[in-house]
């Protein structure tokens, strides 16, 4: 099934670009959350025609994420665990949604999937996270796993 992306989607394209896909993803989940269209002509010339504002839109948001990216310069994120037994191993983990939140506690708004977390942090410590703004643009943070 070939479609035509409104939105980025991770590991399969960019906005504006036609891409083939298996049917059952396309139809029953990137056409009804509003990311892709059908690629038939219509909607092809449909796309050309509104080209212009998804590179407008794009820029805007490339624009806000170097902003972000700016503001996350030397930002660093406490978190409280519990400690259970020994090698300062906590109770449960901290994941992405955790950090997304303490971000959003310092009032940066990011998105808990912007956080590029290789697996959850099971441990006491200061670790470097990735996180993903846009296509290109990226920032670290130092996030601290401390004890209660």
């Not at 109770?91 to 997304?100: D, P, T, Y």
């Not at 940066?108 to 977390?117: A, E, K, S, T, Y």
């Not at 410590?125 to 130092?142: M, P």
Request: proline share 3%; net charge neutral; charged share 25%.
């Amino acid at each position: 099934m070939h479609i035509i992306l409104t939105q980025d989607v991770p590991s399969l394209g960019f906005a504006g670009e036609v891409v083939e896909v298996k049917a059952g993803y396309g139809a029953n989940y990137l056409i009804p959350q509003g990311m892709a269209l059908l690629a038939t002509p219509s909607n092809r010339a449909g796309i050309e025609h509104q080209r212009h504002a998804i590179e407008a839109r794009i820029v805007r948001e490339r624009s806000e994420a170097e902003k972000l990216a700016g503001r996350l310069v030397n930002t660093s994120v406490s978190l409280t665990k519990k400690l259970v037994g020994d090698g300062d191993k906590i109770f449960g983990s901290v994941g992405s949604k955790e950090i997304a939140e303490a971000l959003g506690d310092q009032g940066i708004r990011v998105d808990r999937r912007q956080v590029n977390l290789e697996a959850p942090l099971k441990a006491l410590g200061v670790y470097d996270v990735e996180l993903k703004l846009h296509r290109d643009i990226s920032a670290t943070i130092k996030v601290w796993v401390v004890a209660d």
